[in-house]
Structures are given as C-alpha cells and as structure tokens.
C-alpha cells in the first residue's frame, strides 16, 4: 500500500475509499501517469502481436521439458519453462502468458516505487526512477516476446525489494531473498553472480558478528538451493548434464576469438584454423563466432587419417581461449569493456557484428526468424501456438504495430546517458556509508542495488553484447540513481545542519548571542 495511513478515509465505506483513492491520486498523481500510460502501451502491445511474438530461441523454452524436442532444452537454463510456461500452458495459452509478462512489468514498477518511498525518496524522483520500467518500448517488447528475460527482472526486483524492505533485514527476510535471487540463475545463468552483491549487502547489515555469520549461511544457502535443484533436475530428467547451461565454453570461444589478434598469438598449427582473420570476426561478432555456420568453430573439421573421423574441436575451442587469455588478456578485457559501455550511448544503433537490435524492436508485420520460426509448415509460428493451446494464427493488428514502432524508434526508451547519469548516483550514493552503520543508511541500499546492476550487466557482456542483455538496467540503474542522490542529499543537509551548529554555539561551549 503506498501511505495507506493517509490515505484511508476514517469514516470507512464507499465513500471512504473513493476518497482515500482521490487523495492517493492527489499524492502520486506523476506516477498515475505513467502507470496510465504504461498500461495503454502494453494493450497495443497485447492487441498488435497475437497471441504472442516469438523469437529464435522461444521454441527452447517452450518445448524444453519435452524429451521428443531434446535439441530444444540443451543450451541454456530452462527455468523460465519451469516456473511460467509449463503452469500457464496447463490451463492457457500463450496469449496469457504474454498478459503475465505485461502485469509483472506494472507490479515491478509499483514495487520499486513503494520500497523508494520507505526508503526516503521523494515521491517525484520515484516516478521518474519507474519511468524505463513502465515505458521503454524495448520492456515492452520483451514482456510481448515469449522469452525469460521479464521473469529474471521480476526474480531480481523482487529479491532486491524483499532484502531493502527494512532498514536491516530479518532473517526472514534474508531467507526470501536468499532463495527469489537464486531462482533467477535457473532463468538466465548470469543471475549466479547475485550472490556478491547480496552476501555484502548482509554482511554490512548485520548488527554483530553472530547475526553477521547466521544471515551470510542462510543467504548462501537459500540462494544455492535453486541452482543445485535446477543442476540435479538437468540431470536426472532432462539428462543434460549437471550444470545449468552446456554453452560456457562456445560463448568464452566467441569472445576471445572476436579479441584474439591471431597473427601474434602462439597457438600449435591443428587450432590456428579456429582463430578467425578480423574480416571474419569483426561481421560475426561475437555471436556469429558462436552461432553462424561461417564460423570458423563450424567450418573447421579437422579429420583423424588413422581412424578416418571428424576430430571434435570443442577441446581446441577451448584451449584457444585460455591461450587468448594468457598471451592477450588487455585484448579481452577491451573488447570486454568496449561492449560494456554501449548500454549509455545516445541511440540505440549498435556496432557491426552485434546482434541486431531489430530483433527486439516491433515490426510492422509478424517476425520470423528461418529456419526456427517461419511463415508457414512445421516450424510456423502458428504451428508452434496450436501445439500450446491455441490463440489463433500468429497475426498483426496493423494499426497498434505501426504506433507502437513509431514510438520505439523515435521517443520510446531510455538514453543510455540518462543510465550513465544513474549510474554515477549510485556509486556517489555508496560513498556515503559511514563507519557506524545506521539502520536507516542508504548508501548500503545504494551499494546493493548498484553492484547488482554491474554484476549482471557485466556478467552478460563478459560473453557477448545483445541488446536485449541491458533489459535489467532498467529496473536497477534509475533505482540506484534515485537512491544515490537522495543519500547525497541527505548528507548535505546534515551537514549544513552541523555547520549552522557549530557557528551558533561559542567557544566555551554556550549558545552566542543571536540577534
């Protein structure tokens, strides 16, 4: 409830709560706005792509605990397929699960609003900090996508929200935490990296040494749980191995080989085929390195002439990478950080060999992606909506898809200067913990919220750039910002407090006299 006390007329009934909404309204009139205009957006959304848009890699989630569609489930963690689409497509179809993904988003933005208010924040600098969350048109596009991006959000936010609700959580809240934020690594496996920000954060919390150890067990333990069930479920059921995704090494692969100055690298000759010349690797991209059929890892078959077999180049993938690791390390860590800062450019264009960002922007007519999602046959999209449930013929409502596209191409998502400026707030915003921790300190809350953001946008970009990988900086970066500058406002304040103090009481400790 957001200031329910001062909301709630005290003569009860009907007309108590029309009263107590009008003055609500009154209160949180700004963040009204937006969540009006963030709800408009995703009904175009939902009427101008029916049931639901897919992507290349939707069939992997939607089909991944089905063992006739092995090939599905064998890349990337299918959690996303455990906790949504396998309970919705019980009862529903895609359709629904796209209507799921849209009510996450607003509950994400009220959320993020409710604990800033807890926490101090102006109710203004609140609103704007949802504002990306409630209308970016790429958040839009992503909870229309059958894809596990939103759900990971919503495991972060929510794991985030539980562990800042109070000043210094309980135990209990330590537990919730523990276990939403370890659930997000079973949907993207970057969300392993969570637990760093989440063990400080509650080490710094912690009142004493005893609580100290209690809450960092606890948080470890209840944020390994998921992962080890999700490893143990991988390779029980699905029989795919124990381990959350098998694509570690062809993405660690990518990336060196799109750093790898390969004329100086000292390599044995069988892996020199697997280096790729720049006019190769800089229109692959680290993701065409991964993917393509031209990639070097896919058309180099090295053959055993005593035996007459294909020499399996996984290992060499491998070793080729440690060694661009050992010999160039300042090359990976550029090409690392020249990806890292793109999420804070002006417009959203992207470099050759990115991944398109057209893929994640709304189109005209319905998108497929050959030779996973098609107009028509097996692999159609409407092939793929009948076997779920059915909705109807994968179909655009014409007139939603062009404003919609209009809006995201000329207005409708966040300047990437606007996250740097957030960014930047949070960090002051850490700066100003003290020595003696106080419960009601936000630069800690600044700390949490900041190192989560860098750590799984980092984490991400530690493998390659997409567009779609910077969705979690819009439910973190503007948080942190909002956060930041009122713990540095908050400081000043104290501090002009403390000089006018200092100027008001004289030398031998009385109060001067004031004119």
């Given at each position: ?13 009907l007309g ?27 009904v ?29 489930g ?9 906790l ?7 009862v ?32 203004w ?53 523990g ?11 970057v ?15 912690a ?27 991988s ?15 062809a ?41 393509s ?76 992606y ?5 107009r ?18 994968a ?15 000329h ?36 700390l ?36 930041g ?6 400081r ?24």
């Amino acid at each position: 409830m957001i200031d329910s006390r001062q909301t709630v007329a005290p003569d009860g009934g009907l007309g108590g709560i029309v009263r107590g909404g009008r003055a609500a309204l009154r209160r949180h009139w700004l963040l009204a706005l937006l969540l009006a205009g963030g709800v408009a957006l995703r009904v175009l959304a939902q009427v101008g792509y029916q049931p639901a848009l897919l992507f290349i890699d939707s069939k992997k989630y939607i089909f991944g605990t089905d063992l006739t569609y092995t090939a599905w489930g064998s890349f990337d963690p299918i959690g996303y397929t455990l906790l949504i689409l396998r309970p919705v497509l019980l009862v529903a179809n895609l359709g629904v699960v796209a209507l799921l993904q849209h009510v996450l988003g607003l509950a994400m933005a009220v959320a993020l609003y409710v604990l800033m208010l807890r926490r101090g924040v102006a109710r203004w600098l609140a609103a704007l900090a949802v504002a990306p969350v409630l209308m970016d048109a790429y958040q839009l596009n992503a909870e229309q996508t059958i894809m596990p991006d939103v759900l990971f959000q919503a495991l972060v936010v929510a794991g985030l929200v539980v562990l800042l609700w109070r000043s210094r959580p309980g135990l209990a809240a330590v537990i919730a935490s523990g276990l939403l934020l370890g659930s997000s690594a079973p949907v993207r496996q970057v969300g392993e990296a969570l637990i760093l920000p989440a063990l400080v954060y509650v080490l710094a919390a912690a009142p004493g040494w005893r609580t100290r150890l209690l809450h960092g067990t606890v948080l470890t333990f209840c944020f390994a749980a998921p992962i080890l069930g999700y490893m143990v479920y991988s390779d029980t059921v699905l029989h795919y191995g124990f381990e959350l995704s098998n694509m570690g090494d062809a993405y660690l692969y990518g990336r060196t080989a799109h750093a790898a100055d390969c004329a100086a690298l000292k390599v044995p000759a069988t892996m020199r085929p697997l280096c790729p010349a720049p006019q190769i690797a800089v229109p692959l991209g680290v993701d065409g390195l991964v993917n393509s059929l031209e990639s070097p890892r896919m058309t180099y078959m090295p053959v055993n002439a005593q035996i007459g077999q294909f020499i399996e180049t996984l290992p060499m993938q491998r070793e080729l990478a440690y060694d661009v690791i050992r010999q160039q390390p300042l090359r990976v860590v550029g090409d690392i950080a020249k990806d890292a800062v793109k999420v804070f450019a002006l417009t959203r264009d992207g470099d050759e060999g990115d991944t398109p960002i057209a893929r994640w922007q709304f189109q005209t007519s319905y998108p497929y992606y050959p030779r996973g999602i098609t107009r028509s046959g097996p692999n159609s999209a409407t092939a793929v909506f009948a076997e779920t449930g059915g909705g109807g013929d994968a179909r655009v409502f014409r007139p939603a898809a062009v404003a919609l596209r209009d809006y995201q191409l000329h207005a409708g998502y966040t300047p990437g200067p606007v996250l740097l400026l957030a960014l930047l707030a949070g960090v002051a915003g850490i700066c100003t913990v003290r020595r003696r921790r106080d419960p009601g300190d936000l630069g800690l809350a600044c700390l949490l919220i900041t190192a989560s953001a860098v750590v799984v946008l980092l984490g991400a970009d530690l493998y390659e750039f997409s567009w779609r990988y910077q969705l979690p900086a819009l439910v973190t970066l503007p948080v942190a910002g909002a956060l930041g500058a009122t713990a540095i406002a908050r400081r000043v304040r104290e501090r002009r407090a403390a000089a006018t103090a200092a100027v008001r009481i004289g030398p031998v400790g009385e109060l001067e006299q004031v004119s």
